[in-house]
């Protein structure tokens, strides 16, 4: 194979063939052989892939800029919200009043004022009412007894103040009459005979002097309502006083009173020295005046839807209204709403026709004149107007 190179060429011996180097021998501790282990088969996994970038935050949107509305609409949305304001006031408002007037009906105090008898006299057109005002200081605490300038004498629960009111029916031309009965009148008491027709209450209570009533002038009562002096004076402050004109002053020191002429707002105090007074010149005769007109002016106030729009009333009044009215239990709350609203117009005051005053076996009394006092009953009975007097 040397002989194949040409002249000229070095000489070069073939390389050796390549030799794999013999496997490794493992012995173990006596000196034989041991075949190797074959090396850990190693598994690659491929990578997770990458976690993506976060992306930069975005710019905030820009929020559009809110347009101003014209003045002219802002002045236009105005009403709206008055409107919408003033219709919740007034839900909320019916809603208190409509609650105190259901718990009034089921607090106010109540009597069985009526008693079936055999002669009573047959209904007439209208509604008569009997108001009553006692003189009973039973209710009174002794510092409310000096405050109301009432004496520290209790009373007998004797009615000082007898009032017919006689509302007229629907569609008569009649107004509503209030007529005083003085207390002093001489009339037959059943069972008793012949005494002051203030004396029937504290002889029988509500029921005898309905009766009495009932038999002296021929009417039949429908309503019966009775207030005290305490509760009187109370309910006057929880309703803001009452309004009053009197034309001349009145000053007495016995019902704590000195009151000026002219338009007033008389508070409870001044209220019950005012419809108790008889420093006047004509006394009784002007007491009697004097009760028709505050009473009325006391009903119709409890009417006035005005009095109510005050929260403060929702509260105090009826509640006040619950201690001084005691009525009979027939009546209600809607009977009392309807008395108020119609003293509220026109109304005629007047007094039983006086026929003499007399001296009894129970004092001076009055005498009525029996057959002008006939007349004006017999008026009422018919709701037709009836002839006012000359006291008024």
């Known amino acids: 194979m040397n002989g194949d190179r040409g002249p000229g060429q070095p000489w070069h011996l073939p390389p050796p063939p390549r030799r794999e180097p013999p496997p490794l021998l493992y012995r173990d501790p006596r000196g034989r052989p041991v075949t190797p282990a074959p090396a850990p088969r190693v598994i690659q996994r491929p990578a997770p892939p990458p976690a993506p970038r976060p992306s930069a935050p975005r710019p905030p949107t820009p929020r559009p800029r809110a347009t101003r509305q014209p003045a002219s609409r802002r ?13 919740l006031v007034g839900l909320f408002g019916t809603a208190s009043l409509v609650g105190a007037a259901a718990w009034l009906d089921t607090a106010l105090q109540r009597t069985a004022a009526f008693s079936d008898y055999a002669d009573r006299p047959t209904p007439g057109l209208g509604t008569t009412w009997l108001l009553v005002g006692s003189d009973s200081r039973a209710d009174l605490t002794v510092q409310e007894q000096q405050d109301l300038s009432t004496g520290g004498n209790i009373g007998d629960g004797r009615t000082d103040t007898v009032l017919l009111v006689h509302l007229p029916s629907p569609g008569s031309e009649s107004p509503a009459t209030v007529v005083s009965l003085p207390r002093d009148s001489y ?10 027709i203030n004396a029937a209450y504290p002889l029988g209570g509500a029921p005898l002097l309905t009766r009495t009533v009932e038999q002296a002038t021929g009417l039949r009562l429908d309503h019966y309502l009775e207030i005290g002096f305490g509760g009187f004076a109370a309910l006057v402050d929880a309703l803001g006083g009452v309004t009053l004109c009197p034309d001349e002053p009145i000053d007495d020191p016995l019902a704590g009173l000195n009151l000026p002429a002219g338009c007033q707002n008389l508070t409870g105090a ?35 839807p005005v009095v109510w729009l005050n929260p403060l009333r929702w509260y105090t009044a009826p509640h006040a209204a619950a201690r001084a009215v005691t009525i009979d239990d027939s009546s209600g709350v ?25 001296w009894t076996d129970v004092g001076d009394a009055v005498v009525w004149n029996h057959a002008e006092a006939a007349q004006l009953f017999d008026a009422l009975r018919r709701d037709t107007p009836p002839t006012p007097s000359t006291d008024n």
């Open 270 to 304: 001044t209220a019950l020295g005012y419809v108790r007074s008889r420093a006047t010149p004509r006394a009784d005769l002007d007491r009697m005046a004097h009760q028709r007109l505050f009473l009325s002016a006391l009903l119709a106030r409890i009417a006035d």
């Open 187 to 196: 009339v037959t008491i059943p069972g008793y005979g012949k005494d002051k």
């Open 75 to 87: 002045r236009r949305s105005w009403p709206r919200q008055l409107l919408a304001l003033a219709l």
């Open 334 to 358: 809607i009977d009392l709403a309807a008395l108020g609203w119609a003293l509220r117009g026109t109304t005629t005051t007047l007094t039983v026709p006086i026929g003499e005053f007399v």
